[in-house]
């Protein structure tokens, strides 16, 4: 049988009907109360708040789990290459934004010479 998204859960956040499968995370095989949209709201607001305690964490993290990173990209080959596409591409588009109008005066000039000859009477 497959599997259907029909289960409805409120979020106690932005108390929206939501559909638990897919907009819930899990947590010991109950949904959360917070809907994920709210979840990461909230996880980017405390980031935001605690930078260095954001930064002390990741860093733990990190030394905790130290293969992580090499066994995600094993178990996802090609991922990790369309994740570096996408940043190479906002930054490109941020380059793109940032340069000013007066870079682009260089040439204005079109094609050398201009309207001439052509025309014979006959
Ligand atoms: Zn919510």
């Known amino acids: 049988m497959a599997i259907t998204l029909t289960t409805r859960k409120k979020c106690k956040r932005c108390l929206l009907v939501k559909i638990a499968e897919q907009d819930f995370y899990m947590q010991g095989g ?10 990461s709201a909230n ?3 405390n980031r935001a708040a605690n930078p260095e305690k ?8 990190r030394k ?9 990209s094993a178990a996802n080959p090609g991922k990790l290459n369309e994740y570096q596409r ?4 906002k930054k490109e588009i941020a380059i793109a ?3 000013t109008p007066n870079d682009t005066q260089s040439s204005a000039s079109s094609n050398a010479g201009g309207p001439s000859g052509g025309a ?3």
């Open 64 to 72: 905790q789990n130290p293969d992580y990173h090499r066994e995600w």
């Open 86 to 89: 996408r940043s190479r591409v």
């Open 43 to 45: 996880n980017a607001r």
């Open 30 to 39: 109950r949904y959360r109360s917070i809907c994920k949209t709210c979840y």
């Open 120 to 122: 014979k009477k006959g």
């Open 54 to 61: 954001t930064k002390a964490y990741q860093k733990a993290w």
């Open 97 to 99: 934004l940032d340069c």
